[in-house]
């Protein structure tokens, strides 16, 4: 293929180049080429001149001459040693060596240092357009090659802070998320199990809310237990003189114990019905006949103790206990009809018949 100087400048016009000749006249006239040629030609006399220009040429750019460019044979410093110093501040210069016919002995340590090609003296023009095409050539594509790959590694460290970000931003969603779980009524639950497409969403929150009312309102549910059974007992005992704060203390125990419920939404429906038994029972006046007050205390004395196990099922549980629930609604009902029968009732109808 014919190298003209149009292709060779395609790959050399941007390189930067040491160029060490000791001889003037050959020095002068060999750069007015290389300038053809070269981006920057720096020139120096001799092997030791050239190191220093070349570690000044780094220390002021932070870069390596693209190409050394030495005579051989030269004063001071001949080119072998320079560039033997040279390979080992950059051990992947690119060097081109210039040679004389009495330079033959200097051949084989240059080879040793990996030379990139010789020019023989006198230079040749077709000489020097074959071996600075190949040179130029090979540095431009390697200058590509490193500019692709820092662009790739540039992209690769881009998106691993965006990934970073992403999981950053992905847990704090996570956060927020669980949050409103705990605070969440059964509707957003809902509405969240649908988005999220997942079945356990609901389950997760509930056993959630059951530890959170253990550990912090159960203890107040079994006191009111406490309070009110001691008040029931009290007018069991009281045969018909009815102690006159015991049926206050009763009701605003039931209502406080709703009040606990309502904060938790698997306990809607025991919440509001135990608070309607509570308006209930305070709103109507109980019978006047001593015997039904009697099997009304004694059937809700009852209750308490079916309650009372309730909250202990409930304290033994990760999972709300509802199955408990209708058979303590059906219970309260019940109380709630001999509360508010009527006392002209047959006084012969068994309070059990009630139940059926």
């Not at 050394?68 to 320079?82: F, L, Q, R």
Request: net charge negative; proline share 2%.
């Amino acid at each position: 293929m014919k190298i003209d100087n149009k292709t060779i400048m395609k790959y050399s016009k941007n390189l930067n180049v040491l160029y060490i000749e000791d001889n003037e006249m050959l020095r002068n006239s060999t750069l007015r080429i290389f300038n053809t040629y070269f981006n920057i030609v720096d020139i120096a006399e001799d092997g030791a001149k050239g190191l220093a220009m070349y570690m000044k040429y780094k220390n002021e750019t932070a870069e390596y001459y693209d190409i050394v460019i030495t005579d051989i044979n030269m004063p001071n410093m001949n080119g072998i040693e320079m560039s033997q110093l040279i390979c080992l501040e950059n051990n992947i210069q690119s060097l081109i060596f210039i040679t004389a016919y009495n330079d033959s002995s200097y051949l084989q340590n240059a080879i040793d240092i990996s030379a990139d090609g010789f020019l023989s003296k006198p230079i040749i023009p077709e000489q020097i357009q074959t071996l600075l095409y190949k040179v130029s050539k090979a540095i431009s594509d390697s200058k590509e090659i490193t500019i692709f790959f820092n662009h790739v590694e540039k992209l690769n460290f881009e998106l691993e802070n965006q990934n970073a970000q992403l999981k950053k931003k992905n847990e704090e969603l996570e956060k927020s998320y669980r949050m409103l779980n705990t605070l969440a009524n059964k509707d957003q639950i809902t509405s969240a199990k649908k988005k999220q497409k997942t079945k356990n969403i609901e389950e997760i929150y509930l056993r959630e809310q059951m530890q959170q009312f253990v550990n912090e309102d159960l203890q107040e549910i079994k006191d009111l237990y406490t309070e009110i059974d001691s008040n029931v007992i009290s007018v069991i005992n009281s045969n018909g003189d009815i102690p006159a704060d015991a049926i206050e203390d009763i009701m605003r125990g039931f209502t406080q114990y709703a009040s606990l419920l309502s904060f938790y939404t698997f306990f809607t429906e025991l919440a509001a019905a135990m608070k309607d038994f509570a308006v209930t029972l305070r709103d109507n006046p109980l019978p006047d006949d001593k015997q039904k007050i009697n099997d009304i205390f004694v059937l809700l004395e009852s209750f308490l103790f079916v309650l009372n196990k309730w909250n202990k099922d409930l304290e033994n549980s990760d999972d709300a206990v509802s199955f408990f629930d209708a058979s303590i609604i059906s219970d309260m009902n019940t109380i709630t009809i001999m509360w508010t029968m009527s006392d002209t009732l047959d006084e012969e109808e068994d309070v059990d018949d009630m139940f059926f």
